[in-house]
């Protein structure tokens, strides 16, 4: 069964330092999504992208946030200069379409921002 | 606005005995109403969803979840719990409009007990 996939799963960085998280969706999908977890806390919708460009975004992602996707297969999301509530595990999704599709998750990356 | 509210952090049934995980949202419009499950290390896995149409909802693993308009709640329930079934579970909601972001409730860990 075709599966989101994440790198790294486990990323730990200085405060200030840029860091850039890897999602590869399913092959078929053409809606990506970057979510987050702090630790104890919600689930928290940062961004979707669609056709090349952010659909939708929360107050979250800010300047320091960035999302790409670098070519066919490949979605990123970069933070520019961490901050320490950046630690979080984040969470890349995609949907077939949008609108009624489930949205299918990644494993997850937790970043640890020192 | 949309948002979820799952009253219970935790649930613990025996083996074999019903389960139901509690959730109520709240949303201007028509609610779009999804469950995952979230095994330790992995992603959340999309279990079941109310887009229309008839009010229980079948979905994986044995696993349904019944609409209800009036008391605003998408109860997951499971007639025989298994030990497996111990998990993290999340409800989310999509308002009719809004076609990508997706809000989440805290969370309600399941422990079956054998």
């Known amino acids: 069964e075709p599966e989101v996939t994440q790198t790294p799963s486990h990323q730990v960085t200085q405060m200030g330092q840029e860091v850039i998280l890897r999602c590869v969706p399913i092959s078929n999908h053409l809606y990506f999504y970057w979510y987050r977890q702090i630790l104890g806390q919600k689930v928290e919708f940062l961004v979707s992208f669609y056709n090349n460009e952010i659909s939708e975004k929360s107050e979250i992602f800010d300047d320091q946030f960035s999302v790409e996707r670098p070519d066919g297969s490949n979605f990123t999301l970069k933070i520019r200069s961490t901050k320490l509530e950046d630690s979080a595990m984040y969470f890349c999704a995609s949907s077939e379409a949008r609108g009624l599709d489930e949205q299918y998750f990644g494993p997850g990356t937790r970043l640890t921002v020192t | 606005a949309q948002s979820v509210a799952q009253p219970e952090d935790q649930v613990n049934v025996a083996e074999g005995n019903p389960l139901t995980v509690k959730c109520t949202y709240s949303?201007?419009?028509?609610?779009?109403l999804f469950w995952y499950v979230q095994y330790p290390n992995r992603g959340l896995q999309f279990l079941l969803k109310?887009?229309?149409?008839?009010?229980l909802v079948k979905g994986s693993y044995g696993f349904e979840a019944e609409f209800n308009k009036s008391q605003t709640s998408f109860h997951l329930k499971k007639p025989s719990a298994l030990v497996s079934d111990s998990a993290l579970y999340f409800c989310a909601v999509r308002d009719y409009g809004n076609d990508y972001k997706l809000s989440f409730g805290a969370g309600t860990t399941v422990t079956v007990r054998a």
């Open positions: 109310y887009i229309t149409g008839d009010n």
């Open positions: 949303v201007s419009g028509n609610p779009y």
